[in-house]
């Protein structure tokens, strides 16, 4: 069974910032697409980004272009996401996935999962 981590949520007021750090212990993430998803209640899951194997091709929502960064270091088995500028309607669980798929179409993001699932961390953006 593998287990994704990931860590780096909580409370931050608007216009602040939040790294979040996805890994997973004894699997190579570095063999795969890794991707960064949200759930806020009441609301569907949200692809919010993704990056390839490599790190060198990223794909964003468009809620969060110009705000979030995915990287990678692959030495590190770590996948992050750089959250800047955060809103109010950022809050929500996110979540990291394995083996991803993903493609724009139309210029819009989209993902298929073939992986593994972590079990979230919490950001609230509240003042």
């Known amino acids: 069974q593998v287990r994704v981590v990931e860590s780096g949520g909580g409370l931050v007021q608007p216009g602040g910032s939040l790294r979040l750090s996805c890994e997973a212990p004894?699997?190579?993430?570095?063999?795969?697409?890794i991707g960064w998803f949200r759930q806020a209640p009441g609301k569907e899951r949200e692809g919010v980004s993704c990056?390839?194997?490599?790190?060198?091709?990223?794909y964003y929502a468009d809620s969060v272009k110009g705000r979030f960064t995915i990287s990678r270091d692959n030495a590190k088995n770590t996948v992050y996401l750089q959250m800047n500028s955060l809103k109010p309607e950022d809050t929500a669980v996110y979540y990291c996935?394995?083996?991803?798929?993903?493609?724009?179409?139309?210029?819009?993001?989209?993902?298929?999962?073939?992986?593994?699932w972590g079990q979230g961390t919490q950001v609230t953006v509240s003042s």
């Open positions: 990056i390839s194997s490599s790190g060198d091709v990223p």
């Open positions: 004894g699997f190579t993430l570095g063999y795969s697409a």
């Open positions: 996935a394995t083996d991803l798929v993903c493609w724009y179409y139309s210029g819009t993001y989209h993902y298929e999962v073939k992986g593994y």
